[in-house]
């Protein structure tokens, strides 16, 4: 820092009005800094889209329709031996039928999930399930237990809630297509 300058100012005198041009800058900066983080806050939430009243959604280029939503009671670990599901558990069973590109390579890679009627959220493959034999519920034809014909196959996924749990709704979300909205199939 230097001294005075020749009329016998100091730092603070000499720079006045570049402090007080800085304070609404600094405001203005954290200002348009927050109305960046609340429109990219408002963007993360995606919108509901509902499916026709014949169950069926047509969305990101396919149709999807919820052919089975079950406890899963009849999983299996390797050699065929049964699979127990842990303490205080519910182990659910999601069946979509899946219809779009005859290619297998253009159907669109989902994440599915169940909701509960408190509103909480529960994803496919969970870690209590590790051990058991599940397929990847993914949308894609490769893990379909229905060969894919012109376009048409099943995707399973499994999930785990704590016993006594109410699921409301099954949840599709095309996160590599469209991550402004998701499918979601009242029970």
Known sequence: MRGPDSLGRGWWRRNVWGLVALLPMLVLMVAAAGY?????????????????????????GIRVRVAELVQATDLKRGLDRPFVVPDNMTAWRVVLDVEGPTDPEQVPFCDISIEDTAGNLYADNPKELS???????????????????????????????????????????FGGVDQTRYVRFDR
């Open 36 to 60: 960046s983080d609340l429109e990219f806050w408002q963007r993360g939430k995606p919108a509901v889209v509902l499916p026709a009243a014949d169950g069926t959604a047509d969305f990101a």
């Open 131 to 173: 051990s058991a034999r599940t397929p990847l519920g993914n949308c894609k034809p490769d893990n379909s237990p229905v060969p894919a014909a012109s376009g048409r196959h099943q995707t399973v996924a499994h999930f785990v809630t704590p016993r006594g749990v109410d699921i409301a709704a099954v949840r599709v979300f």
